[in-house]
């Protein structure tokens, strides 16, 4: 019997729901920023410690990440960021 793995994703609402499909972005729950799985800087922060580990999130899609109350990442979403800060 082959069971399903779950991932634990952030809802609009903020709050945490199961899925199986896992999420498209990543995040930080302290700073509220969201961007790319492969991200340098993200990836940067995992590697000095677990302090950033125990605040990742994971989001299914941008839209959800936005409705959350996240804002994109300034390093690996360059483009989402400054129009997010004009609207700033």
């Known amino acids: 019997m082959n069971i399903p ?3 634990r994703l952030v809802a609009a609402d903020g709050s945490t729901v199961s899925s199986t499909t896992p ?3 990543g995040g930080h ?3 509220r920023i969201y961007g790319r799985l492969d991200c340098k800087q993200a990836r940067r922060a995992l590697a ?3 302090s950033y580990e125990q ?3 994971f989001f299914a899609d941008e839209a959800t990440a936005i409705a959350a109350g996240y804002r994109p990442c300034a390093v690996c979403l ?3 960021y400054q ?3 004009a609207k700033q």
């Open 5 to 7: 793995r779950l991932y």
């Open 78 to 80: 360059p483009e989402e």
């Open 55 to 57: 605040q990742r999130v």
């Open 83 to 85: 129009a997010w800060k």
């Open 23 to 25: 999420g498209t972005l």
């Open 29 to 31: 729950r302290k700073q």
């Open 48 to 50: 000095t410690g677990r």
